[in-house]
Every structure is written in C-alpha cells, then in structure tokens.
C-alpha cells in the first residue's frame, strides 16, 4: 500500500471514528444525514466542518476553514476546509455539500472548482468532495432540487445516491479526464450516509468506512 494511499486511509478512518461517535451521541442526529432538519442555520454543514477540522487536528495539520484558495482559471475560491503539514505543504482540500445540495451543484461547482484548479501553484494532494445522498427512498428532497428540470424527481427519490451516481458517470467526462484522474488519484468523491462514508470515485479505490 502506497504512501498516498495510507495518507487518505488514516484521514477516512479518523474521520469515520469521529463521525460514528457524533452520530451516536445525537451531535450530528442521524435523521439529518437523510433529511431536511439539519439545515436550518446550516446546522449540519456546521457541524460537519466541526468534525473535519477536529479530524485534521487530531492527525496534527493545521487547519484553516473558509481561508482563499488562487485558481488559474475564476480568480480565488473558498473551500470549506484545507489542512496543511507545518512545512507548510497542502495536504487536503475539502468541499462539503449537505443534503440541502442534492443536486448538479457537485457538477457544476464543486468538480468545476476542481478543473479550473489544475494548475495552480499550491495544488492539495488530495482534494476531496464530500456529499450528503441517502442510499435508500425518501419522502421529501431539497428544495433547491425544483429548479433542476434535467432531474427526474420521482427516479431521484427512490435512491438519491444511485441516481446521482448514474448522473456522475454520464458527466464527470466533461469536468475532468477520468484516466489522469484513475492513475494519480487526487480527486477523490465521497459520500455520506446514516452508515458511514463511501468513495464513489475514483472508482478503483471504491470502499466503505461504517460507523459502529
């Protein structure tokens, strides 16, 4: 096992922990990672930038929230999270979308964000997109999701993680070249569930991290 990849390992893993713990002392209510609740006063999203920083601290990065981020292309952007060694070298850059964000925004925002970034002077080693995509039906889906009319929302109710993943592989081909992606694996797509995380892509490091 490469160093990379036992770099990300011990983040999920570390991460996970954390998250289980929130999960089941009620910090991060479990009926908010496949619900509405969570976001009023982006309470979820808070939260969960609570646990990644809390995660990046307890491996010994520095953490920085909501600091700037130079792109070549669309001038700066601010991402949730970024940790860095005390070198300093960027380690990880995180995007998190909760489940008020179940829709193309992982498309058009947070890949696009992504793409324009490529050749940036100061390039993570890993650059994450967390999402929030219940893995079985539900009754009630962001409201942001009316506005997208591509979307079909009774197909997207019964599984929003499946639907989305099918949206993913007709799509990902335009933000980003797959193959480059496959072999350096920097990109890295995770999703959030009431069970734990899951990388969705890339697709050959395909695995599930459960709460206890």
């Given at each position: 096992?490469?160093?990379?990849?036992i770099?990300?390992?011990?983040?999920?893993?570390?991460?996970?922990?954390?998250?289980?713990?929130?999960?089941?002392?009620?910090?991060?209510?479990?009926?908010?990672?496949?619900?509405q609740?969570?976001?009023?006063?982006?309470?979820?999203?808070?939260?969960?930038?609570?646990?990644?920083?809390?995660?990046?601290?307890?491996?010994?990065?520095?953490?920085?929230?909501?600091?700037?981020?130079?792109?070549?292309?669309?001038?700066?952007?601010?991402?949730?999270?970024?940790?860095?060694?005390k070198?300093?070298?960027?380690?990880?850059?995180?995007?998190?979308?909760?489940?008020?964000?179940?829709?193309?925004?992982?498309?058009?925002?947070?890949?696009?964000?992504?793409?324009?970034?490529?050749?940036?002077?100061?390039?993570?080693?890993?650059?994450?997109?967390?999402?929030?995509?219940?893995?079985?039906?539900?009754?009630?889906?962001?409201?942001?999701?009316?506005?997208?009319?591509?979307?079909?929302?009774?197909?997207?109710?019964?599984?929003?993680?499946?639907?989305?993943?099918?949206?993913?592989?007709?799509?990902?081909?335009?933000?980003?070249?797959?193959?480059?992606?496959?072999?350096?694996?920097?990109?890295?797509?995770?999703?959030?569930?009431?069970?734990?995380?899951?990388?969705?892509?890339?697709?050959?490091?395909?695995?599930?991290?459960?709460?206890?």
């Amino acid at each position: 096992m490469g160093k990379r990849v036992i770099e990300l390992e011990l983040f999920l893993k570390t991460l996970t922990r954390n998250l289980s713990e929130a999960v089941n002392s009620n910090v991060i209510p479990k009926e908010w990672l496949c619900g509405q609740e969570g976001n009023q006063g982006r309470m979820l999203h808070g939260r969960m930038l609570w646990m990644l920083g809390k995660t990046g601290d307890s491996l010994d990065y520095v953490v920085e929230i909501d600091s700037g981020f130079s792109r070549p292309k669309g001038g700066q952007f601010r991402p949730d999270i970024q940790l860095w060694t005390k070198e300093p070298r960027l380690k990880f850059l995180i995007e998190y979308e909760g489940t008020n964000s179940q829709d193309t925004r992982i498309l058009w925002k947070d890949l696009q964000h992504y793409s324009d970034s490529i050749n940036a002077d100061c390039f993570p080693e890993y650059w994450l997109i967390l999402y929030t995509f219940p893995d079985h039906p539900i009754d009630k889906t962001s409201p942001w999701l009316r506005l997208e009319n591509s979307i079909d929302k009774e197909r997207f109710k019964r599984n929003p993680h499946s639907y989305f993943m099918n949206l993913l592989d007709a799509e990902i081909e335009g933000y980003i070249d797959c193959r480059v992606q496959e072999a350096e694996r920097i990109l890295f797509l995770i999703n959030l569930t009431r069970h734990g995380l899951e990388i969705d892509f890339p697709k050959s490091m395909n695995k599930k991290y459960l709460f206890k």
